[in-house]
């Protein structure tokens, strides 16, 4: 039997779907499938697709008719494409134009905006997932949402977080603190974009809790990461005087987190927070909103507040950073939970399952 060609098609590029689409395509590959990554210049320089000896094609994150017609010739002899996040697979099915070729979503996160964008962003959701010929939805609630949109096949599939990122803990005394002035002060630290619906407004509320509050020391919140709302979170920061530092974005985020004392996750939904999984998975204390499908995600592995509740957050982080039994008792269950999550080599043989049901190949 020739062997199996898929693309797999990443859009923007976050950190977790193209983390999952570089372990997905090394794992591919070990099984002898031929894979083609079409995704952005810089998202191949930050992940290394070729590298694990899949083929790479740049294709920038749009609708134009140059971006479209690199994406139809890279699908052009697939057997199966793959599309990642709801913008590539409304780019990839429109690439395919009816042509029989199988297309797998895998749906990491959705939209949560309201007005005319919420709208627009509802009726990608629905053109996208009724294109599929099998969804994997990353969390329970997105697999209710999918069906509600007119998915035909929706299949829970949790996503492992390659053992490459995960660093070691380091403690009190890393260098990383040391360079954030963070050595005889607690750390707090957050990863996400810069935008509304991650919730840093709301940390920012819980920060000025702690400065009203008098802690003593006072911690200080880092957050990697950015976005449209950089200069308006900055300005506030400097305003207010408040102990935050925005770092941009970092290529050492796993050595930060595993520095931290706890982490931090606001957001006003998650899916497989990859924030979440690699603080639990290295023992970081987690504080987090419970919302979308962290609760499922960290059990009772992680300290759990409201989303838009800025005195709750508040509590919680406190109180965690003065109790360092409670954060002892945090990181263990965090590393026992994180043991229940599937392995790299699972999501790839999940993922080759569906590829030879929807291709009707017995074996790859």
């Given at each position: 039997?020739?062997?199996?060609?898929?693309?797999?098609?990443?859009?923007?590029?976050?950190?977790?779907?193209?983390?999952?689409?570089?372990?997905?395509?090394a794992?591919?590959?070990?099984?002898?499938?031929?894979?083609?990554?079409?995704?952005?210049?810089?998202?191949?320089?930050?992940?290394?697709?070729?590298?694990?000896?899949?083929?790479?094609?740049?294709?920038?994150?749009?609708?134009?008719?140059?971006?479209?017609?690199?994406?139809?010739a890279?699908?052009?002899?697939?057997?199966?494409?793959?599309?990642?996040?709801?913008?590539?697979?409304?780019?990839?099915?429109?690439?395919?134009?009816?042509?029989?070729?199988?297309?797998?979503?895998?749906?990491?996160?959705?939209?949560?905006?309201?007005?005319?964008?919420?709208?627009?962003?509802?009726?990608?959701?629905?053109?996208?997932?009724?294109?599929a010929?099998?969804?994997?939805?990353?969390s329970?609630?997105?697999?209710?949402?999918a069906?509600?949109?007119?998915?035909?096949?929706?299949?829970?599939?949790?996503?492992?977080?390659?053992?490459?990122?995960?660093?070691?803990?380091?403690?009190?005394?890393?260098?990383?603190?040391?360079?954030?002035?963070?050595?005889?002060?607690?750390?707090?630290?957050?990863?996400g974009?810069?935008?509304?619906?991650?919730?840093?407004?709301?940390?920012?509320?819980?920060?000025?809790?702690?400065?009203?509050?008098?802690?003593?020391?006072?911690?200080?919140?880092?957050?990697?990461?950015?976005?449209?709302?950089?200069?308006?979170?900055?300005?506030?920061?400097?305003?207010?005087?408040?102990?935050?530092?925005?770092?941009?974005?970092?290529?050492?985020?796993?050595?930060?987190?595993?520095?931290?004392?706890?982490a931090?996750?606001?957001?006003?939904?998650?899916?497989?927070?990859?924030?979440a999984?690699?603080?639990?998975?290295?023992?970081v204390?987690?504080?987090?909103t419970?919302?979308?499908?962290?609760?499922?995600?960290?059990?009772?592995?992680?300290?759990?507040?409201?989303?838009?509740?800025?005195?709750?957050?508040?509590v919680?982080?406190?109180r965690?950073?003065?109790?360092?039994?409670r954060?002892?008792?945090?990181?263990?269950?965090?590393?026992?939970?994180?043991?229940?999550?599937p392995?790299?080599?699972?999501?790839?043989?999940?993922?080759?399952?569906?590829?030879?049901?929807?291709t009707?190949?017995?074996?790859?």
């Amino acid at each position: 039997m020739t062997p199996l060609r898929t693309v797999q098609v990443l859009g923007g590029g976050s950190a977790g779907s193209s983390a999952h689409v570089r372990s997905l395509a090394a794992g591919l590959v070990a099984h002898g499938v031929r894979v083609t990554v079409c995704a952005p210049d810089e998202v191949e320089r930050a992940y290394e697709f070729e590298e694990c000896g899949a083929r790479h094609l740049h294709v920038p994150r749009r609708g134009d008719p140059v971006s479209m017609a690199a994406l139809r010739a890279a699908c052009a002899g697939a057997d199966v494409v793959h599309a990642h996040g709801l913008h590539a697979a409304a780019r990839t099915a429109l690439a395919l134009g009816g042509r029989p070729v199988p297309l797998v979503v895998t749906w990491h996160t959705r939209s949560v905006e309201d007005g005319a964008r919420g709208a627009l962003a509802r009726a990608l959701e629905r053109r996208s997932l009724r294109a599929a010929s099998v969804v994997f939805a990353t969390s329970s609630d997105l697999v209710d949402t999918a069906r509600s949109r007119g998915a035909r096949d929706v299949r829970l599939a949790p996503l492992a977080v390659p053992a490459s990122r995960l660093p070691r803990a380091m403690g009190p005394e890393s260098k990383a603190r040391a360079e954030l002035g963070a050595v005889e002060r607690p750390l707090v630290m957050a990863v996400g974009a810069l935008v509304p619906e991650r919730g840093h407004d709301l940390l920012l509320d819980a920060v000025e809790l702690w400065c009203d509050q008098g802690l003593d020391p006072l911690p200080l919140l880092v957050v990697a990461g950015e976005g449209r709302e950089r200069a308006a979170l900055q300005r506030r920061v400097e305003q207010a005087d408040l102990p935050v530092l925005f770092l941009g974005c970092r290529d050492d985020v796993g050595e930060l987190l595993a520095a931290a004392d706890v982490a931090v996750l606001p957001s006003r939904w998650e899916s497989r927070s990859l924030l979440a999984q690699e603080a639990l998975r290295i023992g970081v204390p987690l504080v987090a909103t419970a919302v979308g499908g962290v609760p499922e995600l960290v059990g009772r592995a992680a300290e759990l507040v409201p989303y838009g509740d800025p005195a709750a957050l508040s509590v919680a982080l406190a109180r965690l950073l003065a109790d360092p039994g409670r954060r002892s008792e945090l990181a263990a269950a965090g590393r026992v939970q994180a043991a229940s999550w599937p392995t790299e080599e699972e999501t790839v043989a999940q993922v080759l399952s569906v590829y030879d049901e929807v291709t009707h190949r017995s074996g790859v």
